[in-house]
């Protein structure tokens, strides 16, 4: 029980928080990483603890069907339409996006679940909730129960699960002996940081913050008044909004572009560790990172947490396959 609310468990937490030796040594500073990649169901990522508390919601009001909307590509998408099938449900995503050529990455792992994508032109005017509005009509004509998660998850339930996380990582970084860490959260839509933001506030957990964003300050900050506002109330915390530590410097100039600089940071990455990063999300975030640690802002001899918040499907999304193969692709020697 968390704030009042009870979850499904199938997660099998705490998630490895596990010091990078290689990158640790070559960079200076002592690199932990919080393994959120490594959660089951369907590849796994960060949408998962949210989702814990949405489907024992939805299973205690009788639903049969979720449903939630993203981009053609969303994990968040993948991961509802995981544990609708993990749960025995069924379920849908609706996107306002147009169909990016070929059934790759996410959408190849939703069509393997065997559950519906929705793509509807970009229109003016049109946004996702009100094609989903339709969607879900349809179904329930059907006879279905819908339950509605929205846009990433982000809603007072979904805030659930990175605060739960913020009490995990304090409890294993006092394990592990460190004292007072940089937490590195990726930024899209904000609800991660915003669960880890009001769980060290509220807990009082001995951790510093910082999110490192893949969109424009503006944009983050959009997603996140109303959002902050709202749980601030819902759950009647004393937590301001003033101390939201986040960067847009790093942002690429674009969501999901191709970049170099973020492609070089995941071969590191898979070099030196052999995890595989994303390009849309925590690659970014860990340029970013590369970056803060070679200009100073993050200091040598650091204890620092990236999460990893999964993702890692996009490495097939086609417009940066073919980057990588055309910059990796003499790797292979036939003989
Ligand atoms: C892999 C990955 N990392 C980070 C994020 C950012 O999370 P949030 O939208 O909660 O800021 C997302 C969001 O979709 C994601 O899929």
């Not at 959120?36 to 049969?64: I, Q, S, W």
């Not at 060290?200 to 893949?214: A, S």
Request: hydrophobic letters at 40%; one cysteine or more; aromatic letters at 10%.
């Amino acid at each position: 029980m968390l704030l009042g609310h009870e979850k499904e468990k199938f997660l099998y937490l705490p998630t490895p928080l596990e010091k990078l030796e290689n990158i640790s040594k070559d960079l200076g500073v002592n690199f932990y990483m919080k393994r959120d990649d490594l959660t089951p169901l369907a590849m796994g990522g960060n949408k998962l603890r949210k989702l814990e508390y949405f489907v024992k919601d939805a299973k205690d009001k009788g639903a049969t069907f979720l449903l939630t909307v993203g981009g053609a590509q969303t994990n968040h998408g993948r991961l509802t339409l995981a544990v609708a099938r993990k749960y025995g449900m069924r379920g849908a995503i609706v996107c306002v996006d147009d169909y990016p050529g070929e059934v790759s990455a996410n959408l190849l792992l939703d069509s393997m679940m065997g559950l519906d994508v929705w793509l509807k032109r970009p229109e003016k005017g049109v946004t996702e909730e009100m094609v989903a509005d339709e969607i879900a009509k349809m179904y329930e004509a059907r006879g279905e129960k819908v339950y509605f998660i929205p846009m990433g998850g982000s809603n007072e339930l979904g805030i659930l699960g990175y605060y739960e996380c913020a009490m995990e990582i304090d409890k294993q970084a006092k394990e592990l002996g460190l004292k007072n860490p940089l937490v590195i959260d990726t930024v899209g839509s904000m609800g991660t940081y915003m669960g880890l933001y009001t769980g060290i506030l509220n807990e009082g957990l001995d951790l510093r913050l910082l999110g490192i964003g893949i969109l424009k300050y503006d944009d983050m900050i959009g997603y996140a008044k109303d959002y902050f506002e709202r749980v601030k109330k819902y759950y009647n915390l004393d937590v301001e909004a003033a101390g939201f530590n986040l960067t847009d410097k790093y942002d690429r100039g674009a969501y999901n572009n191709p970049v170099k600089e973020v492609r070089e940071a995941m071969y590191y990455m898979a070099e030196k560790e052999a995890i595989i990063l994303d390009p849309c999300y925590t690659g970014k975030c860990f340029a970013g990172i590369l970056e803060m640690i070679e200009n100073g802002e993050i200091k040598k001899g650091e204890d620092i947490v990236f999460i990893h918040t999964g993702g890692v499907p996009g490495i097939n999304t086609p417009f940066h396959r073919i980057e990588m193969e055309r910059e990796r692709g003499n790797f292979i020697h036939v003989i």
